[in-house]
């Protein structure tokens, strides 16, 4: 069974940082992208960072880049989202997903990802 498990969230002031982490099983982890995705209150869940573990590319949207950095571990099979310089408008519950090849477009839209992690709040405060 395929599965990601998300960890790291937790309340932080504006300007710290968080990290987290999405563990993943049951699938083949260097065949897939995986992603991390935001959902803030009445808004649509978007991507925000992916990372392909084919081949390492990575890609940011344009509000956090320069402040969050993915990596992977695939010895771990895990995947890692540093976020550093924490706005208020940061806050949202933050999932994990896996999807094949991604593109700028297909990796913020959340129908193109096929496994998810259940979810992780970050809150940031002012």
């Known amino acids: 069974e395929e599965q990601l498990v998300e960890s790291g969230g937790g309340l932080v002031q504006a300007g710290g940082s968080l990290t987290l982490s999405c563990a993943a099983s049951g699938f083949t982890f260097d065949d897939y992208t995986i992603g991390w995705l935001r959902q803030a209150p009445g808004k649509v869940r978007e991507g925000v960072a992916c990372?392909?573990?084919?081949?390492?590319?990575?890609y940011y949207t344009d509000s956090v880049k320069g402040r969050f950095t993915i990596s992977a571990d695939g010895a771990k099979n895990t995947v890692y989202l540093q976020m550093n310089n924490l706005k208020p408008e940061d806050t949202a519950v933050y999932y994990c997903?896996?999807?094949?090849?991604?593109?700028?477009?297909?990796?913020?839209?959340?129908?193109?990802?096929?496994?998810w992690g259940q979810g992780t709040q970050v809150t940031v405060s002012s």
């Open positions: 990372i392909s573990n084919r081949n390492g590319d990575t």
């Open positions: 997903a896996a999807m094949g090849t991604f593109t700028a477009v297909t990796m913020r839209v959340a129908s193109q990802y096929d496994y």
